[in-house]
């Protein structure tokens, strides 16, 4: 979990791995229902999300609007909410800090794998120079270890010294967990366990 800023990165459920957490994922859950409706209310989507806190719901969509992807509008009357407006979208949920400021952790991976799509095929050199950013490097030790993962889960083939893409699920890169599986957030599935070598 990153922690920097104000501290845990908001959304967050737990430590559990994310197949563990339940029919609920997250800032992943909001987000999708605020891209759903566009302009919404913190009620809308704590109903919505059956569980979630209208306070979790609350912390999230202000840390959205700190980091420009939500506009809040002041309610025009006493009893009436505040309406939260998608102005910056993105396909995958925000990961942010409650000021706003991007959460880095997982960066390289979701670099890479927006690279690994566009190269087709290349080998880990080609994954660094392509992936990194003034922002983020990606290390080479970084590229082999999320290769040697994704060759397991099958996304990507090894050939000699170089890899070809093989496999694409949607835009947010597959995770690898501590207890050593890949679990791929488009599909909300486990795709790689250690067991599967054994």
Known sequence: MDRGGS???VGSMSQKPVHLRGKF???ER???LMRKLRRFSIKEIAEETAGYDPSTVRHYANS???GGYLQKHEPSGRWKPAIYEIVKDSPYAPRVRADGSPVTQGQGREQMW???RILKSFSANDLVAASSTEEHRVS???AKTYLRYLVRAGYVRKT???YVFIKYTGPRPPQIQRIHQV???NIRKVVWTQHADK
């Open 7 to 9: 501290g845990k990165e």
């Open 140 to 142: 080479p030790e970084e």
């Open 114 to 116: 927006r690279s690994m």
């Open 160 to 162: 000699g010294k170089n």
């Open 64 to 66: 959205l609007v700190a």
């Open 30 to 32: 909001m987000w999708e």
């Open 25 to 27: 994922r997250g800032r």
């Open 183 to 185: 679990w791929d957030p």
